[in-house]
RNA sequence: GCCGGGGUGGGGUAGGUGGUUAUCCUACGGGACUGUGGAUCCCGCGACUCGGGUUCGAAUCUCGGCCCCGGCCCCA
């Protein structure tokens, strides 16, 4: 029988689970605050929800199977997607902005490596409706402060828009599929192809020239200057130049600035329309981007009424990644504070009793399951890591008595029993 | 899909020019030891990724598969 896991996927063990879960758990709480709401959606839907968005093409990088009804369906190779479905399914008359977050599993087919599995997980919010660059900030805003609340350090937040790019190739009369080529070859970063691809094209060399430089442009918003001088005349790039210079303004109002600006974030994806950002964690190599989002119009290409979206989506496992090499201390949980220790056999009865009560108050409790004797369980409930034992002996119980031991200090207490919780709780 | 490096008890490791019973730490079980024994000591359990080849003999050499690690492609 086979015994091993599929490839790139991954048990997740105590230790592990407890760091993810306050991750988790910490991700939550922000987003909360931000009066985001959580929403799930299946893990597997209909195949063509991510052909008709992607293409056919995706079909080899997803795992997709049909169904004993013959129905095709796919596993979600992500979750922007599953949740314009929802919104067209169920909210598109909702007061907006409807602001949600998820948190769940995806799967790709791909070959795993540094920082990428078959199965990963995504922690992202998507506000839909309600787009304004207070909207844009504000969501900016909280990406960032999720990742101070984690503490992580070193990350980089580059911010862009997708409208300068394509308000040029607009104003060429260059074609959509054209204009999505040539994204392509910005996100790649490799100017070499890029400029054998302009070379062919008939795009003017005065527009070539600009591109160049555009793509070039990263720093602080002083940058936005020397952009709008090289736009001079390029109406619908500089309405996209101007959104982006709201967008830095508001984000100041947010106390936000730490980033970057980077004209050159293209993002493969052709269903962002607007403000994009990514965030880097250069420590981790080659799969240093840990977050990925913008402004989007996803309904729309499902047939839906127009609506502006924005979101974005914490690749969970990089951000832990990210933060166990960063050796963060992530208030873990033990996973009792309290073993309940009955020294010989006949307090075995009055142990369970004793565990009982403090579980039902609350206090997370181990007891002695295995009649193992006193050393065996002091030295378990050391390697548990529990603060306090409870001895439960008889000589004790006879006087209505409990000894406590600290496992920090070594140090003993007879208590009566009617105090324990008090004791325990102090 | 491509390139490179790997895989030894539950976890972490030594060995690698072929040659007795495969090293050590830890964890686990038992005992010394039936109310303080979280210590110490003793005993025990437990592994060469899988399959083929070379060989009298393979953890070691060789070929292939699987999986892991790093990189490329891709990355919604």
């Not at 309940?340 to 009982?356: D, H, L, M």
């Not at 609350?362 to 050391?382: N, P």
Request: proline share 3%; hydrophobic share 40%; glycine share 8%.
């Amino acid at each position: 029988m086979e015994l091993s896991r599929p490839r790139g996927t991954r048990d997740f063990l105590f230790e592990e689970m407890k760091q993810r879960k306050v991750v988790a758990s910490t991700l939550k709480r922000i987003f909360e605050n931000y009066a985001y709401q959580e929403i799930k959606t299946p893990i597997f839907e209909n195949l063509s929800l991510f052909t008709q968005k992607s293409g056919d093409e995706i079909v080899d990088q997803l795992y997709n199977f049909e169904d004993k009804g013959e129905r095709k369906l796919a596993l979600r190779p992500e979750l922007t997607a599953p949740v314009a479905r929802l919104y067209m399914a169920q909210m598109q008359k909702s007061p907006k902005p409807i602001k949600m977050y998820y948190y769940g599993s995806c799967f790709r087919y791909e070959r795993p490596q540094a920082g990428r599995f078959r199965q990963f997980w995504q922690f992202g919010c998507e506000m839909i409706g309600g787009k304004s660059p207070e909207a844009d900030a504000e969501i900016i805003a909280m990406a960032s402060h999720s990742l101070k609340e984690l503490e992580l350090d070193g990350f980089e937040i580059h911010l862009g828009h997708l409208g300068i790019l394509r308000g040029i190739l607009d104003e060429e009369n260059i074609p959509g599929k054209t204009q999505d080529h040539i994204m392509g070859l910005i996100d790649k970063g490799d100017p070499k192809l890029l400029q054998e691809f302009l070379d062919e094209s008939e795009i003017e060399p005065d527009t070539q020239k600009i591109l160049y430089k555009i793509i070039e442009m990263k720093g602080t918003s002083k940058v936005l200057d020397e952009v709008k001088e090289l736009l001079k005349g390029r109406n619908k790039a500089l309405e996209a130049l101007f959104e982006l210079k709201e967008l830095v303004e508001t984000l100041a109002m947010f106390q936000m600035d730490d980033y970057v600006l980077n004209l050159g974030i293209a993002r493969g994806l052709d269903y962002y329309s607007g403000m994009v950002f990514e965030i880097y964690v250069p420590s981790l190599g080659a799969q240093k981007q840990i977050c990925g989002g913008g402004t989007y119009n996803l309904v729309e290409t499902f047939g839906g009424e127009k609506v502006e979206s924005t979101g974005f989506a914490f690749g969970f496992d990089r951000l832990m990644a990210a933060l166990i090499s960063q050796k963060k201390d992530l208030n873990l949980k033990v996973a009792a504070e309290v073993f309940v220790a009955p020294i010989s056999p006949k307090t075995r009865g009055a142990a369970f009793e004793i565990a009982q009560k403090l579980r039902y108050h609350g206090i997370a409790t181990e007891v002695d399951l295995g009649r193992r004797k006193l050393k065996k369980l002091l030295s378990y409930a050391d390697n548990l890591g529990v603060k306090k034992v409870v001895l439960v002996g008889e000589r004790d119980l006879e006087e209505g008595k409990l000894t406590i031991k600290d496992m920090q200090t070594g140090s003993q207490e007879l208590v009566n029993e009617k105090e324990l919780l008090e004791y325990i709780k102090s």
